[in-house]
């Protein structure tokens, strides 16, 4: 990824960050948060597939929570798909809870 095209403001944003995680000069996990309408949102941390398990995801996951937290907010969202198990552990074990379970499938034959 390249960290000069990660940014693309959209109306009512006030603020959006992102950290990167490199082992040897490759991008390996990044975190992505951002305010809008006074709402803080966690909306990814990511490990590559080459860390999956390991300690990556987790931490740029806390490292977007302490920074909206030094930021003043004490209530944040996150969304995760529900076919992401260990995604949906990973939150559970850092302190998130279920707010609300939506789900939407569509299907189309022709």
Do not use: Q
């Not at 709402?39 to 860390?51: E, I, K, Q, T, W």
């Not at 390991?54 to 977007?64: D, E, F």
């Not at 969304?79 to 609300?100: C, D, F, I, K, Q």
Request: proline fraction near 4%; charged fraction near 25%.
């Amino acid at each position: 990824a390249d960290p000069e095209t990660l940014w693309k403001p959209w109306p009512g944003l006030e603020a959006r960050e992102y950290v990167l995680c490199r082992e040897s000069g490759r991008l390996v996990g990044y975190g992505e948060w951002f305010v809008t309408k006074g709402r803080a949102v966690v909306n990814s941390f990511v490990a590559a597939r080459s860390h999956w398990g390991t300690t990556v995801g987790a931490a740029v996951g806390i490292k977007a929570m302490e920074r909206l937290f030094e930021r003043g907010h004490r209530k944040m969202f996150s969304g995760v798909s529900s076919r992401n198990t260990p995604s949906m552990r990973l939150h559970l074990r850092y302190g998130w809870r279920v707010a609300e379970e939506n789900c939407h499938r569509y299907v189309r034959k022709f």
